[in-house]
């Protein structure tokens, strides 16, 4: 399975904007998706937004809708998300995750099941 490797993540002031990479070393199957996660302090992991590797289609939380834009390049096997407007509440280490996962948004952590070793990301007010 793909080792999944996540980078961009750093500290950010309230407004500002990261771009998260998800980058696998190695082969994901057009049947699969891949979704990225987030997990506060004390709070569950949670989907924010997911890619289905075949058609592109998307799925955002609601928090993040219209701020973050996820985006895949099949032929590097990496995924993005380019996070804009952020804010303290975005704060949280961020995950990536394959799953075969037929919707985008099925963006629960259940149905993943290859997970990298996340990034943190850090917004100050």
């Known amino acids: 399975e793909a080792q999944l490797v996540e980078s961009g993540g750093g500290l950010v002031q309230a407004g500002g904007s990261l771009r998260l990479s998800c980058a696998a070393s190695?082969?994901?199957?057009?049947?699969?998706?891949i979704g990225w996660f987030r997990q506060a302090p004390e709070k569950e992991r949670e989907g924010v937004s997911c890619i289905r590797m075949s058609d592109g289609s998307t799925y955002y939380a609601v928090s993040v809708k219209g701020r973050f834009t996820i985006s895949r390049d099949n032929t590097k096997n990496t995924v993005y998300l380019q996070m804009n407007s952020l804010k303290p509440e975005d704060t949280a280490v961020y995950y990536c995750?394959?799953?075969?996962?037929?919707?985008?948004?099925?963006?629960?952590?259940?149905?993943?099941?290859?997970w990298g070793q996340g990034t943190q990301v850090t917004v100050s007010s």
């Open positions: 190695g082969f994901i199957r057009d049947d699969e998706a």
């Open positions: 995750a394959t799953g075969a996962v037929g919707t985008a948004s099925s963006c629960h952590r259940a149905v993943y099941i290859n």
